[in-house]
Antibody
Framework: QVQLQESGPGLVKPSQTLSLTCTVS??????????WNWIRQPAGKGLEWIGR???????TYNPSLKSRVTISVDTSKNQFSLKLTSVTAADTAVYYC????????????WGQGTLVTVSS | DIVMTQSPDSLAVSLGERATINCKSS????????????LAWFQQKPGQPPKLLIY???TRESGVPDRFSGSGSGTDFTLTISSLQAEDVAVYYC?????????FGQGTKVEIK
């Protein structure tokens, strides 16, 4: 069973860039027909899809965040990453990296999540 | 964006009783190419990531107890827990994967009465 693990700073200052990495283990990020996603959840609130990257490197972003988001993949390290620029307190959330099977389309494997707080 | 609306926001059910959660999408999520509804249900317990329960509206994920079932088509869907167990206390989300951006319902909190 594939495992996903988020890593990165837990505290980011306003206006700076949030950077997270997801390490995929027990499976190759470049094999199979998968999308690799980022989803976030503010404390006590619902889930917001940020975007995804395909194994070929093609990306799709949520239009609500598109101007600030970049998702990239490093197949040599079996990792994919999220960068979110110009953060504000509204970006404080638990960030999850998530896999979905392109043929099925839904999110079958989730990381444990990492809390990122935006504060000075 | 497809808006997903769940009802109720919360419900309390006695142990062993049925729990029913509804989910309505702002447009049909029926995928014509395979005649399947692109609708999933997730369970989230405190401090944990969501767990996939149901996909294609009614297909149980491997290992999910058969007391969980999904139904519906088009724009109206239901998650049923046939006999509520203590370990089912959680927040449940529906999610559409018909198109992007992927969107979720606001969640339904299930508690024991």
């Amino acid at each position: 069973q594939v495992q996903l693990q988020e890593s990165g700073p837990g505290l980011v200052k306003p206006s700076q860039t949030l950077s997270l990495t997801c390490t995929v283990s027990d499976g190759s990020i470049s094999s199979g027909n998968y999308y690799w996603n980022w989803i976030r959840q503010p404390a006590g609130k619902g889930l917001e899809w940020i975007g995804r990257i395909y194994t070929t490197g093609i990306t799709t972003y949520n239009p609500s965040l598109k101007s600030r988001v970049t998702i990239s993949v490093d197949t040599s390290k079996n990792q994919f990453s999220l960068k979110l620029t110009s953060v504000t307190a509204a970006d404080t959330a638990v960030y999850y990296c998530v896999r979905d099977i392109a043929a099925a389309g839904t999110f079958d494997s989730w990381g444990q999540g990492t809390l990122v707080t935006v504060s000075s | 964006d497809i808006v997903m609306t769940q009802s109720p926001d919360s419900l309390a059910v006695s142990l062993g009783e049925r729990a029913t959660i509804n989910c309505k999408s702002s447009q049909s999520v029926l995928y014509r190419s395979n005649n399947k509804n692109s609708l999933a249900w997730f369970q989230q317990k405190p401090g944990q990531p969501p767990k996939l329960l149901i996909y294609w509206a009614s297909t149980r994920e491997s290992g999910v107890p058969d007391r969980f079932s999904g139904s519906g088509s088009g724009t109206d869907f239901t998650l049923t827990i046939s006999s509520l167990q203590a370990e089912d206390v959680a927040v449940y989300y529906c999610q559409q994967y018909y198109n992007t951006p992927r969107t979720f319902g606001q969640g339904t909190k299930v508690e024991i009465k």
